[in-house]
């Protein structure tokens, strides 16, 4: 069975600050791993994923996020918040099955 | 990019009707769709997994006579959601899993159906 946990249902940063999100899974096979945003009343886009190539993945916006296997860990970093930054993220697991199993999510708020 | 639609984006009926939202992949195909329901500051719950061809493939707890699924082309599925009431009222997103992509499990997400049930 896969999980996911995020730790922080809400954050705060200053605009310029670090953004870290964190994000726990636990799963029997290796997995993949994706991180959602989502704004209000919108689907969710997708930021970036790891599956199984380079531990260190760059996605859109300038997110990334870090896969350590030893921490089962999969953290979302961004150098300096932007305004625009404020919404809802997700972290997700699959098997690569198809089935994704998201996280409760964490609400990322920036202030100016 | 790959786009996914759903329609309508919003719908209000009253208790005992039926609501039918589409979910269409418009730029690649999907033999692989799935169904989620997410509640005001929850997070998404997967309710059904789409396969083009047959049956859903519901997870538990989901009542299949309640909500139907179809998915009769590569680029289409349907959610019926059979004599709605309040409760049933909820934000639901499809995604669509790139038959392209199966490698990297990719999947588009919709922009959500809010359904609220009088």
């Known amino acids: 069975a896969q999980s996911v946990t995020q730790l922080g249902s809400h954050v705060s940063v200053s605009e310029g600050a670090l953004v870290l999100l964190r994000c726990n899974y636990s799963?029997?096979?290796?997995?993949?791993l994706f991180w959602y945003v989502q704004y209000p009343n919108q689907g969710l886009q997708l930021l970036l994923k790891?599956?199984?190539?380079?531990?260190l993945v760059k996605g859109i916006n300038g997110f990334e996020a870090e896969f350590k296997k030893s921490e089962t860990s999969f953290h979302l970093t961004k150098p300096s918040a932007h305004m625009s930054d404020a919404a809802e993220y997700f972290c997700a697991v699959s098997d690569g099955g198809g089935k994704l199993i998201f996280g409760q999510g964490t609400e990322l708020s920036v202030k100016p | 990019g790959a786009v996914v639609s759903q329609h309508p984006s919003w719908v209000i009926c009253k208790s005992g009707t039926s609501v039918k939202i589409e979910c269409r992949s418009l730029?690649?195909?999907?033999?692989?769709m799935f169904w989620y329901r997410q509640f005001p500051k929850q997070s998404l719950m997967l309710m059904a997994t789409?396969?083009?061809?047959?049956?859903?493939?519901?997870e538990q707890g989901v009542e299949k006579d309640k909500f139907l699924i179809n998915h009769a082309s590569l680029t289409l599925s349907t959610l019926t959601v059979t004599s709605a009431h309040p409760e049933d009222s909820s934000f639901y997103i499809c995604?669509?899993?790139?038959?392209?992509?199966?490698?990297?499990?990719?999947?588009?997400f919709g922009p959500g159906t809010r359904l609220t049930v009088l």
């Open positions: 995604s669509a899993r790139d038959i392209a992509k199966l490698g990297t499990d990719t999947q588009y």
């Open positions: 730029d690649f195909q999907a033999t692989t």
């Open positions: 790891y599956t199984s190539a380079a531990t």
């Open positions: 799963s029997s096979v290796p997995p993949y």
């Open positions: 789409s396969n083009e061809g047959s049956k859903a493939t519901y």
